[in-house]
């Protein structure tokens, strides 16, 4: 059986010797680099399943490095965020990181988060069944080949971002409650960080709603959760636009 590959972007060497050991002992396969440069080396040689990037590194910060890996690879990135800032977690997730643990954190913690996103990733990378695009006004969502355009133009969305859209477009019509959003999509270990879900719901809407302050798709209900607007119907070949009451 094929053990997951992980690379751990970080400059502390008490930390990666922790980090590294652990790993081992959960089965992971494990590749440690110092900086950022390194990192992304090693993405392309080591060809890792995850990458466990610290935000303060020597040369290249963490943002900037996942920054640059974003533009050629999806491997899935989970932020270390050892600056206590929360700002720093806004830019890296903004950046393109799958999640972001704030340090002091704790290893079985970090090891869910982990899976998670690991799961997350098969999930992306794997077959469904066969399913007709469904259409929401200009929006169209494929769960199947898992492709979201708008107005007949594809959207990038990320693993993370596609099964947010994929639980809301699920309960179309109806509230879907924070802690409903966070379990299903980070687990229960996430169920009460619901400023975390404030941030990848705000990075989505941008992809999906060309006016921030007229929302046609995914709308807020106040201290509860989302509601995803709209009844599907099917799209079959090229996306037509069609007008949807909101």
Request: charged share 25%.
């Amino acid at each position: 059986m094929k053990r997951d590959r992980v690379l751990v972007v970080e400059r502390n060497p008490q930390l990666q010797r922790l980090l590294r050991a652990q790993l081992i002992a959960e089965a992971f396969e494990v590749q440690v680099a110092e900086r950022g440069e390194d990192g992304i080396l090693a993405t392309a040689e080591f060809e890792p399943d995850l990458i466990l990037l610290a935000l303060s590194l020597p040369g290249l910060t963490g943002v900037e490095t996942c920054c640059r890996l974003r533009k050629w690879t999806s491997t899935s990135i989970i932020a270390l965020n050892d600056r206590g800032q929360g700002q720093d977690t806004v830019e890296v997730l903004d950046a393109g990181a799958d999640d972001c643990v704030s340090a002091p954190f704790h290893i079985p913690e970090l090891l869910a988060r982990m899976r998670a996103v690991l799961r997350r990733a098969r999930d992306w990378g794997g077959s469904d069944a066969p399913q007709a695009p469904l259409q929401y006004g200009n929006l169209v969502v494929d769960l199947a080949s898992r492709r979201v355009s708008l107005e007949d133009r594809p959207l990038h969305l990320t693993p993370t971002e596609f099964e947010l859209l994929r639980v809301l477009t699920s309960c179309a019509g109806r509230m879907v409650t924070h802690r409903e959003l966070l379990t299903r999509v980070w687990g229960s270990a996430a169920a009460g960080e619901v400023q975390y879900l404030h941030v990848y719901l705000s990075q989505l809407r941008r992809k999906l709603e060309p006016r921030s302050d007229s929302p046609r798709h995914i709308f807020t209900e106040p201290g509860v959760g989302y509601r995803f607007s709209g009844t599907p119907t099917a799209s079959f070949g090229t996306p037509t636009i069609t007008r949807e009451d909101t």
